[in-house]
């Protein structure tokens, strides 16, 4: 039995998305980011870096239960425990750690700070304080897409002619390109993927389970906690 | 093969070294790997690049925002440190060899280290690896 900590954001969807794929069994606890829930002591035991996804496998490394945090250590450790969607060896286990690491080091930064100045930051700080950031940050997105679009030109999925965990890595940070200003429209090679993922059954049951959870609403108190003082004081 | 994170993990499996085959040794190894390539990675950039842009003359939005978090991350790592020499646990791993060069740049990017003794002395033991010294000499810096 696993325990899913999580919200309605690409990266927890990351792992609803995985836990349907492999068909594990799990528990969903909602952890309200903008409530400050992440910063519960239960909670920060569990993810150190006070960020959701994290998940605790009661049945981990020796049966004894593991916490663990960071969306891409729990699609790896998933798909190790359960020998599916990352290829045990060779150039296909490659493909597929090279295209994670570029979700992880790159699209969701990236796409994460885009949204961050286009909306959260756009609504509370005048134009001259956001537009630089906000055109770094989209033009990097645009440069990902030009990046990702070029890739699946030649493959069906990201790492190559087969479904991996970096494709669930990546889809979630694909849902509203217009939020960051992108139009897939301009990318036929990422829109026929996003619609072939989008289709999946475990992607809908994926979905689904978010489905009710509130699209972050930032308030005064909700901005400290995600941005301000409450993020940054010593623990 | 491209993404650092995925060339360190590469070479570990290839050549059994720098991570353990399985267990929890291995689960740590991994997530703090991830941690490292994505959080302190990205995050140290963006503090870099602005550096680059205020020492040019140019805006540098932000330097404040980012460098908050980047102290943040710092102190996720002195924490975890503080039950063990190395990220994953008593053995040195990739996951050192991902946040190590950025935690190494820690005066170019005005982070205080005093306050953080667990992850100065992290920061030494790792230095003072021979292979540490061969990979941080070759290519000559020239940053
Ligand atoms: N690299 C991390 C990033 C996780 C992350 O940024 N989580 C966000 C939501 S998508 C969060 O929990 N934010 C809470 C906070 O900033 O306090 C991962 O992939 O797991």
Redesign the interface.
């Known amino acids: 039995m696993i325990d899913l900590y999580s919200w309605a954001t690409p990266n927890g969807r990351k792992v609803h998305i995985m836990l349907a794929e492999t068909g594990l069994d799990y528990t969903p606890h909602a952890v309200d980011i903008h409530a400050g829930d992440q910063f519960s002591p239960e909670f920060l035991a569990i993810s ?2 006070n960020r959701i996804p994290a998940i605790v496998d009661r049945d ?3 049966g ?1 239960p ?1 916490a ?6 729990i699609l ?2 998933l798909a190790e425990k359960t020998g599916q969607l990352l290829p045990r ?1 060779g150039e296909d ?2 493909r597929v ?6 979700q ?2 790159g699209i ?2 990236m796409f994460g ?1 885009a949204n961050h100045f286009r909306i959260y930051a756009a609504k509370r700080f005048p134009e001259e ?1 956001i537009a ?2 906000r055109e770094r940050y989209t033009s990097e997105t645009s440069r990902l897409y030009r990046v990702m679009d070029k890739r699946l030109a030649d493959n069906l999925y990201f790492a190559g002619d087969f479904y991996s965990i970096a494709d669930i890595a990546i889809y979630p940070w694909c849902r509203n390109p217009e939020r960051r200003g992108v139009d897939h429209a301009e990318h036929p090679n990422v829109l026929r993927w996003f619609n072939q993922i989008d289709a999946r059954p475990a992607v809908i049951e994926g979905n689904k389970i978010l489905e009710g959870v509130p699209r972050a609403q930032l308030d005064d108190k909700a901005w400290d906690i995600m ?1 301000g003082q409450a ?2 004081q ?1 623990r | ?6 060339i360190l ?2 070479i570990a ?1 290839k050549s059994g070294q720098l991570l353990a085959a ?3 040794a ?2 740590e190894a ?2 703090w ?3 490292g ?3 302190v ?3 140290a950039m ?1 503090v870099h690049y602005l550096l680059g842009r205020k020492a040019a003359g140019e ?1 540098h ?2 330097l404040k ?1 980012y460098a ?1 978090e980047l102290d ?2 710092y ?2 790592l002195d ?2 440190l503080a039950s063990r020499d190395y990220l994953a646990g008593a053995e040195y791993t990739i996951a050192d060899i991902s946040a190590w060069p950025w935690v190494d740049r820690h005066q170019a990017h005005g982070m205080e280290l005093a306050p953080r003794p667990r992850l100065r002395d992290w920061l030494k033991r790792i230095g003072d690896r021979p292979a540490t010294r061969r990979g941080t000499d070759i290519p000559p810096r020239g940053d």
């Open positions: 150190p870096n981990g490394p020796g004894k593991l663990l945090f960071e969306s891409g250590a790896h450790y060896e286990r490659a750690m090279e295209w994670l690491m570029f992880m080091g969701g930064p700070q304080q630089y950031g941005f993020q940054y010593k | 093969m491209f993404e650092s994170g995925a993990l590469y499996e399985d267990g929890l291995r689960v991994l997530k790997l991830f941690f390539s994505s959080q990675t990205h995050t963006q805006p939005d932000n925002v908050g943040r991350l102190g996720i924490g975890v």
